[in-house]
């Protein structure tokens, strides 16, 4: 038998006029005075950058110019493409392969072949910058793009001095 809060399945539901919810007639009557107090309500929306600055050396100022800068730029910013799988896939077979010789030198069997390895191309994307081709990654080329041709001034610079000397 169902509990006096559970509808018979044959009872009828009225909606609720301010949510439009369905409720049995003595729950409705119940429900009806709540709805209406929280809708009466006027709810200010969180602002977590207030919660943000309060305990750190943050401005509110600050927060709300980081969160117009993020929308203008439309709010999302892409994450950097990762190869994780591919890494992972290496260290499996590294580890598995790592097994299998171990197991073969304890049982005196041919070792197995090498493991796959990764091209370091998979693992890093590198930059090759100036004439020396000088490699940096990705997220390193621009500052050091940037700074080159000043610091090949002062390396050929150096270069002569302890030449002379």
């Known amino acids: ?10 009872e009828p539901t009225y909606p609720c ?24 309500l006027n709810r ?20 709300k110019k980081a969160q117009k800068e993020k929308a203008k730029m439309g709010g999302v910013f892409p994450r950097p493409q990762t190869n994780w799988r591919e890494r992972h896939e290496t260290f499996i077979d590294a ?3 790592s097994k299998k010789v171990d197991y073969a ?3 005196g069997a041919p070792l197995p072949p090498p493991p796959r390895t990764a ?10 910058v100036g004439l020396q081709r000088r490699r940096f990654l990705q997220n390193q080329s621009p500052d050091h793009i940037e700074d080159y041709p000043a610091n090949m001034k002062l390396e050929h610079k150096l270069r002569r001095e302890a030449v002379t000397m």
């Open 44 to 63: 200010k929306p969180f602002d977590s950058g207030k919660q943000r600055a309060m305990g750190s050396d943050i401005t509110y100022a600050d927060v």
């Open 119 to 128: 091209v370091p191309s998979e693992i890093r994307t590198v930059e090759e």
């Open 105 to 107: 030198i304890k049982t």
């Open 17 to 40: 006029n301010v949510c439009g919810r369905r409720f049995i007639r003595s729950s409705l009557d119940k429900h009806i005075p709540a709805c209406k107090k929280l809708a009466s």
């Open 95 to 97: 580890v598995s392969s």
């Open 1 to 10: 038998m169902p509990s006096p809060a559970e509808p018979l399945p044959d």
